[in-house]
């Protein structure tokens, strides 16, 4: 599985848009993007994925580049209770397992 | 909504004894997997099973086995618990084919092993 950079933390205001960045330079044609989150003691929730459409659902928006080097997760309005550890995952169609980096601690400010 | 449970939040055991830990899905997923999480170590897959009966190792199996009886059940057995094992595990489990690639994830269980 391609390796992902993501910023150690973040901060964003209640009710902004919270923008949360992924690079994954060496990515391959048949790795999926994954966006998974983990508010403390809790379990990994699945937000998102996409291969190279940008895609979006009731949690979240990714946004993926052309050339699939990088992505965005986009939480429109973000609320106190996004605050959590986002993780960017790229993986294999058919792969087991899901490999964590360190992901991005996301803190949402009143 | 996919619901993965798992038996207990926290436990607490003493070295040397048998601990179970449970974990049941609800969407007739194929694949289930057991992860430890460590700080600064991230998830590590401990085994998966893709079918009833049938079981495959991670990366660290040791001091571990796995039973599945049933699609929707996996175990994870610590045959005797050692003071390394206390973590965070978290079960997953997994559809198979195309469009059925997401894990979905239990809340976890924090074992603690004096």
């Known amino acids: 599985d391609a390796k992902t950079t993501q910023p150690t933390s973040m901060d964003c205001a209640e009710g902004r848009a919270a923008n949360l960045p992924c690079n994954h330079s060496t990515i391959s044609g048949n790795e999926y993007v994954y966006w998974y989150r983990q508010i403390h003691s809790q379990g990994p929730q699945y937000i998102i994925h996409?291969?190279?459409n940008n895609e979006t659902n009731e949690m979240a928006s990714l946004i993926i580049t052309e050339d699939r080097k990088s992505s965005t997760l986009i939480l429109p309005h973000a609320t106190l209770r996004d605050t959590a550890v986002y993780y960017c995952i790229v993986r294999v169609a058919g792969a087991q397992k899901l490999v964590f980096g360190q992901g991005t601690r996301l803190t949402i400010n009143p | 909504d996919v619901k993965v449970t798992q038996s207990s939040r926290y436990l607490v055991k003493r070295t040397g004894e048998k601990v179970f830990l449970e974990c049941v899905q609800d969407m007739d997923h194929e694949n289930m997997f057991w992860y430890r999480q460590d700080p600064g170590l991230g998830l590590r897959l401990i085994y998966f099973?893709?079918?009833?009966?049938?079981?495959e190792k991670g990366d660290i199996p040791e001091g571990y086995s796995v039973s599945r009886e049933k699609k929707e059940r996996f175990s994870l057995i610590l045959e005797s618990a050692s003071t390394n094992q206390t973590s965070m595990y978290l079960c997953a489990s997994r559809g198979g084919g195309d469009g059925q690639e997401t894990q979905y994830f239990g809340p976890g269980t924090r074992l603690l092993v004096l």
């Open positions: 099973s893709y079918d009833v009966k049938m079981k």
């Open positions: 996409g291969l190279k």
